[in-house]
């Protein structure tokens, strides 16, 4: 066992945070008791590049008691929880992160992760994949599949996938039902505003609060900007998108407009430049931006370098940049993925759900033999998800009576 982290001495705290997250994942709990008991990971080496929280460790844990060994790095130079990180190193765990690493230390621990010749691969927003696939091609041969977390790194696979670049078998966790829905929606929602409130404790009320896009993430934002009062504005480059955020009861504008008046921005789009160097120069003086999208593009970092006659750090996570123009303009944890990078990324209740649907993803990964390529999650790992969460709710719902069934299943009555 090696492990590189930041101090070996958090892993107490760590320790606790991570029953914490334990506490209220009953789903992934319940998952972990079946592979104890069946060890279908029987000595399957699963590399993971994924932010190291104590969700994540939950799951780590979780795919142990199957039997696997794991070595892990972040997906995220900011997001790892360095008790966390200790916690899982003094566990026995292969774990390579720590929170502030430079690009080079990033890649060096997933070059640290590889050296453990992964057979299941986790990512999020793929890199690890894309390390394997450019870097070290020959680890390919002995990779029965992957799991992909996020939507960005799907819309990266499959474009690997259109080059015929993929050369691996991957599970798109993220489009699980019981995963977009929630975790991309509540999950992202109550995130990205614990992290903004963390790193600024601003009122919310009364602020006009401005949302790059109306995804699921977007969605979520806006929804929770909105009910602590909030004046909401989406931005949308998808007319019917941004057609259900004006129906949603939310003003639409493009960000030229929304820029002027925005005094919170924050992205979640998955796409580069949102905000670019010509809004930033039209914003309002205190405006606060932010990004909740996977990687650091959204937002033109550089381009407010440009515009920029000083830049002081004036509280945790809080860079306060003074524009030529006389302005002063907020910027929030580098642009990175707010989140995760100011707060402690989405709470474990909302997690439970996608992290058991990765931890039946690696497992249907071990039992089957894919061909390359993007693969949809099966619908009953869904559905298996979507039942457990329900009964550790303590909620019951109705069957279909015969009846009904046959009605679902006739076309011959009508009026
Ligand atoms: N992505 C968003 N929130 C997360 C969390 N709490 N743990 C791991 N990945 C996450």
Known sequence: MTYNVKDIKLAKKGQKKIDWAENHMPVLLNIRKDFEREKPLKDICVGFALHVTKETAALVRTLRCGGAKVAITSCNPL??????????????????????????????NIDRVLDHKPEITIDDGADLIFAIHSKRPELIEGIRGGCEETTTGIVRLRAMEKDNALKYPVLAVNDALTKYMFDNRYGTGQSTLDGILRATSVLLAGKVFVVGGYGWCGKGIAMRAKGMGSSVVITEVDPTRALEAV???????????AAKIGDICVTATGDADVIRKEHIGEMKNGAILANSGHFNVELDV????????????????VERYKLKNGRYVYLLAEGRLVNLAAAEGHPSE?????????????????????EPGV????????????????QTMNIEIDILSERQREYLSSWKEGT
């Open 375 to 390: 693969h949809e999650i099966p619908k009953e790992i869904d559905e298996r998800v979507a039942e457990l969460k329900l």
């Open 350 to 370: 909302v997690m439970d759900m996608s992290f058991a649907n990765q931890a039946l993803a690696v497992k249907y990964i071990a039992d089957h033999d894919l």
């Open 302 to 317: 550089s381009g407010l370098d440009e515009l920029s006659i000083d830049k002081t750090n004036i509280r945790e996570n």
């Open 79 to 108: 997001s790892t929880q360095d008790d966390v990180a200790a916690a899982l190193a003094e566990d026995g765990i292969n774990v390579y992160a720590w929170r502030g690493e430079t690009t080079e230390e990033y890649y060096e």
């Open 247 to 257: 129906m949603d009861g939310f003003r639409v504008m493009p960000m030229r407009e």
